[in-house]
T-cell receptor
Framework: GIQVEQSPPDLILQEGANSTLRCNFS?????LQWFHQNPWGQLINLFY???GTKQNGRLSATTVATERYSLLYISSSQTTDSGVYFC???????????FGTGTSLTVIP | DAGVIQSPRHEVTEMGQEVTLRCKPI?????LFWYRQTMMRGLELLIY????????DSGMPEDRFSAKMPNASFSTLKIQPSEPRDSAVYFC???????????????FGPGTRLTVL
């Protein structure tokens, strides 16, 4: 079936380290977003990126729609980056989001 | 902009009671979504509305769940009667449609943490 897979499922980083999170999707999409769910449970929009590359401070994202994946880069990680990162897609055949299972990130001082 | 507003933020109730969750979308947004998040199932879409009309409610677990959107600025999700397995965080999200399909960014509210004893 149609799937959204994220890797790695869990990640522990030392403060200051860089990381790359990956989202693979099994079909063509017309929308893709990255979210950060902080330890208080809030879902925060990071990027709306159905294709191309965007940067926002220490974070950047790249989606290669033709190859069905998206990457989220976190540079110089901070403890406040801890939480779960979700990728969510809207398939070309529909208009509702499907979420991946997330990457749980822990940044230790 | 106030963002998506949900109330209550926390709800504790006893099995069999009726629960009503409320959502106010971002002004100008015409598409509204209700999600449920649990450890076992992750984030699931329950139902969504375009221009106040329910489009897809296939994610609603069973007849105990119902949702309404009487106007563009208000929606409710009701559970009657509630059961312990309904315990979860319920999120509301909104976005502005662009044409027939949804291409725009979706914004989430803070969620309602429901505990059914």
């Amino acid at each position: 079936g149609i799937q959204v897979e994220q890797s790695p499922p869990d990640l522990i980083l030392q403060e200051g380290a860089n990381s790359t999170l990956r989202c693979n999707f099994s079909d063509s999409v017309n929308n893709l977003q990255w979210f950060h769910q902080n330890p208080w449970g809030q879902l925060i929009n990071l990027f709306y990126i159905p294709s191309g590359t965007k940067q926002n401070g220490r974070l950047s994202a790249t989606t290669v729609a033709t190859e069905r994946y998206s990457l989220l880069y976190i540079s110089s990680s901070q403890t406040t980056d801890s939480g779960v990162y979700f990728c969510a897609v809207v398939w070309n055949t529909g208009n509702q989001f499907y979420f991946g299972t997330g990457t749980s990130l822990t940044v230790i001082p | 902009d106030a963002g998506v507003i949900q109330s209550p933020r926390h709800e504790v109730t006893e099995m069999g009671q009726e629960v009503t969750l409320r959502c106010k979308p971002i002004s100008g947004h015409n598409s509204l979504f209700w999600y449920r998040q649990t450890m076992m199932r992750g984030l699931e879409l329950l139902i969504y509305f375009n221009n106040n009309v329910p489009i897809d409610d296939s994610g609603m677990p069973e007849d105990r769940f119902s949702a309404k959107m009487p106007n563009a600025s208000f929606s409710t999700l009701k559970i009657q009667p509630s059961e312990p397995r309904d315990s979860a965080v319920y999120f509301c999200a909104s976005q502005k449609l662009a044409g027939v399909s949804s291409y725009n960014e979706q914004f989430f509210g803070p969620g309602t943490r429901l505990t059914v004893l």
